[in-house]
């Protein structure tokens, strides 16, 4: 009887090791359960801010745009045949003076006596012709044209990166985000 009490004494203390080590164990448990939450909470408040942040910056997105000038700075060859038509009407109206002294030699020639008599004869001429006419000048070419044009241009560039595909991506992700803060909040 006494080894069976002895027994009984030995499972009691056994039992109550076992006990204690599994209160122990629990506790440790409860410990590291709780350092996780404590851990979980925080990372959940910093992905709540980062997102908030986040969030933010992609609100802005919007108004964004890329500036870019691009120099273009080249010689463009121009080689071209310019046809030119032009039926031109000119006027022309002026009084020329003519002004003049004719010399001229004059021979009379008298038949019935057989004579011929050479005249000297200078007469002046003072006249004022008018002129009033239209002269047509009627143009018709082919002009070659072959040159090089200097292009040196200065062109900005304004893109507005939500009218781009990038824009529909970003609001995408930003209804992503939303919906990733609103289940970290709950």
Do not use: C, M
Request: no cysteine; proline share 6%.
């Amino acid at each position: 009887a006494r080894i069976v009490i002895l027994l009984l004494i030995l499972l009691i203390i056994l039992s109550l090791a076992l006990n204690v080590y599994s209160i122990w164990q629990l506790l440790i448990f409860r410990d590291q359960a709780w350092a996780q939450q404590q851990r979980l909470q925080h990372l959940q408040q910093v992905a709540g801010e980062t997102l908030s942040r986040t969030l933010e910056e992609l609100e802005t997105f919007d108004q964004a745009t890329i500036e870019y000038t691009v120099q273009i700075s080249q010689h463009i060859p121009v080689k071209a045949v310019v046809p030119f038509q032009e039926n031109l009407r000119v006027p022309l109206q002026a009084t020329i003076p003519i002004s003049e002294e004719i010399r001229t030699e004059v021979v009379f020639e008298i038949s019935q006596l057989g004579l011929s008599i050479p005249l000297d004869i200078t007469f002046p001429l003072a006249l004022e012709v008018p002129v009033d006419v239209t002269v047509p000048i009627d143009i018709d070419r082919q002009v070659p044209v072959s040159t090089t044009v200097p292009l040196h241009v200065r062109v900005p560039i304004v893109v507005d990166l939500a009218e781009t595909d990038l824009g529909r991506y970003v609001e995408l992700l930003k209804q992503s985000l939303k919906d990733v803060q609103q289940a970290l909040s709950e």
